[in-house]
């Protein structure tokens, strides 16, 4: 009865409170995969810079012993 309050609609409209559930499912499944992915490419952004410096850092060595 409250759901009904809220959306509106009779008993005619019942059968269309699972399709708004499903709705508000579906939005909130999009919502934690786009978080989870997000956090992923946070991720690999962080190893691809930690790869980078490393590669900076090795090749410094590499130039400072040839000079030697």
């Known amino acids: 009865m409250i759901f009904s309050s809220i ?3 009779g008993v005619s409209e019942t059968y269309l409170y699972p399709i708004y559930g499903g709705i508000v499912l579906l939005a909130g499944l999009i ?3 786009t978080v989870v992915i997000l956090e992923e ?3 690999i952004k962080d190893s691809l ?9 090795n ?3 590499i130039l400072h012993k040839v000079s030697i």
């Open 7 to 9: 959306v509106g609609g």
């Open 59 to 61: 090749r410094k060595d």
């Open 41 to 43: 490419i946070k991720l």
């Open 31 to 33: 919502v934690i995969c």
């Open 49 to 57: 810079n930690k790869t980078e410096k490393q590669i900076k850092i």
